[in-house]
DNA sequence: GAATTTAGTCTTGCATACCGGAAAAAGCCA
DNA sequence: TGGCTTTTTCCGGTATGCAAGACTAAATTC
């Protein structure tokens, strides 16, 4: 068996890099009349690089990408993103290990929505070992936390307030002055976060 | 003197490329106290290469970039774009009938947040008999959910779209067309409900 | 404090992004 | 059809993206 090729990026399925970047750069070209050359005048890449990436044959870095939207006058997002496409549902996977906010010996922290897409509203899942704690710096003004306890004994503190949860239990309290979640039992603890900033 | 070299994009200043991308990249895995090896892992992207771009000392590919971009959780728009009262504390106890927003036979809903108190953003337990399920018809335009499933095996549906959930698993999708959340096990399924009004 | 583990950087080597110019296609007008 | 122009693809060379492993420094364990 020979030993396997180094696994380099360029071997990725092409179109799964950017769905259709080639079609999109030669779309928006044609739709402008220009041709390569122009193209490459305007942003400053070479046609024949230009010409393999229209063709998916290409693998461009990301300033030769910038380049190209700089051209088009827009930005790398607008290039990229394909337009008016959203997929409805989005499910992460219990394993998906992209989705493993941090994990330490004492606290385990799972984010349950896609991160920084929800502006202002993050949803997390936190399972903290018996003595484990997760304390918290404030975050912006007005910001609130909603927790709900699934399974374990749980205390929570904002600012000099304290308050023991069971199992079922939920609460709320500002999150914009010091706070923190603690395991206050013996097993592990389980608790469902919700963060909402103002 | 060696003759002056084509002019390569490299030679671009490299802060020009995307504004502090290594910094970002750094900053989002220090967050999740990730090691470069643990980033390389769930990325697929070479320790090396991970340093180098931090360090801004790489002009990584679009494929790189996107592998980042993925092994964080969010689209490469959202990694390349830069980012940016009297009783604290209120409980709601589990036995609470005051919070039973709903009850039947088939399904059971618990409000875990104050209602009508956070006005774009509500959480909810959600628990559902075998066969049973929670139809609703469309929210306000802009509406998405977010779903956990804690125990039992969850149908989603969303417009034309389905999935299907095992325990730890979650999900997010539209919630401004007709949506259904069914249990499809054989015993009882919960699932924690964070509504997103837009 | 030596041995082990864990973090990051540096080195080596290959595949390829990228460029400039040549060859090939495709129009376009007699 | 034959030339003339314009557009695209092909080709050769250089610089560099990238992976793997060696190396170094710091933190743990014994």
Redesign the interface.
């Given at each position: 068996m020979p030993r396997k090729a180094a696994?380099r990026?360029?071997d990725?399925p092409a179109e799964a890099?950017?769905r259709h970047?080639g079609a999109r750069v030669k779309q928006l070209r044609s739709d402008r009349n220009w041709s390569l050359e122009a193209l490459a005048g305007a942003s400053?890449?070479s046609r024949s690089m230009l010409s393999e990436i229209e063709r998916e044959q290409a693998?461009?870095?990301?300033?030769?990408?910038?380049?190209i939207a700089q051209a088009f006058g827009m930005s790398?997002?607008e290039l990229?993103?394909t337009p008016g496409v959203?997929?409805?549902?989005?499910?992460?996977?219990?394993?998906?290990?992209?989705?493993?906010?941090?994990?330490?010996d004492h606290c385990r922290i799972r984010?349950?929505?896609?991160?920084?897409?929800?502006k202002d509203?993050e949803?997390y899942?936190v399972e903290l070992q018996p003595g484990g704690a997760l304390r918290s710096a404030p975050h912006f003004e007005g910001t609130?936390e909603?927790l709900?306890v699934?399974k374990g004994l749980v205390k929570?503190e904002?600012?000099?307030?304290?308050?023991t949860?069971?199992?079922?239990?939920?609460?709320?309290?500002?999150a914009d002055?010091p706070h923190a979640i603690l395991n206050a039992g013996k097993g592990e603890a389980l608790v469902?976060l919700?963060v909402?900033y103002r």
């Open positions: 696994a990026v360029k990725v890099i950017s970047l400053g890449v693998n461009p870095t990301l300033a030769v990408t910038l380049r790398l997002s990229i993103e959203t997929s409805s549902i989005t499910v992460i996977r219990h394993h998906d290990r992209a989705f493993h906010y941090r994990s330490d984010t349950l929505s896609p991160l920084n897409l929800e509203v949803f899942e609130r909603f709900t699934v929570v904002s600012n000099e307030d304290t308050d949860l069971h199992h079922g239990d939920s609460t709320t309290y500002r002055v469902f919700v909402i």
